[in-house]
């Protein structure tokens, strides 16, 4: 077997979007294979873009996992008056708790779509067990999304409002 010695490879620790959302990473990666990883942001959009902008033209990005999306914080109760005080409610919490947005698949999708994917495949429910032990009678069963989508070729121009928060890739 020929074994292409090429090839890079990259795992580092810190945050994601620290790590990679820096102009040498850019238009630099074939592909991104995500599992069990999109939803650990804070902002899935943000990493979403950090992937985005890593991708070369026609790069594809991989992903496989859940949407339990780990830095949502407690439900707003009714006795939180307002925002406020839920936030002094919960302030013992990490702020990215307090921050973090949810976001179904389809919007996820409308967003990708507007970043510059193109869907190649995509299946929803996928069933996939996670730290399971068949002698136990516990197991963590997820309905996961699978999907491939492609960087386009050819970027198109998107002009962006001035008052938008997220900076669509460039």
């Known amino acids: 077997m020929e074994v292409n010695t090429s090839c890079d490879f990259s795992m580092a620790a810190g945050a994601f ?6 102009p ?6 074939d592909a991104v294979v995500a599992c069990f990883f999109l939803d650990t942001s804070p902002c899935i959009v943000e990493y979403l873009i950090t992937i985005y902008r890593m991708l070369k033209p026609g790069g594809i990005l991989i992903n496989f996992g859940p949407l339990t999306y780990h830095w949502s914080g407690p ?3 009714p006795d939180d008056q307002d925002v406020d005080s839920y936030h002094a409610r919960c302030s013992y919490l990490d702020k990215k708790f307090l921050t973090s947005i949810d976001v179904c698949w389809e919007d996820i999708r409308d967003i990708m779509v507007n970043i510059g994917y193109e869907f190649i495949e995509e299946e929803s429910g996928k069933r996939s067990l996670y730290t399971a032990d068949r002698r136990s009678m516990m197991n963590m ?4 999304l699978n999907f491939v989508a492609r960087k386009a070729l050819q970027l198109a121009n998107v002009k962006q409002p001035a008052s938008s928060a997220i900076l669509i890739p460039e």
Do not use: A, K
Request: hydrophobic share 25%; glycine share 0%; with cysteine.
């Open 17 to 22: 979007c620290s790590v990679y959302n820096i």
């Open 141 to 144: 069963d997820y309905r996961c």
């Open 24 to 29: 040498d990473e850019h238009n630099r990666w």
């Open 75 to 77: 439900v707003m109760r």
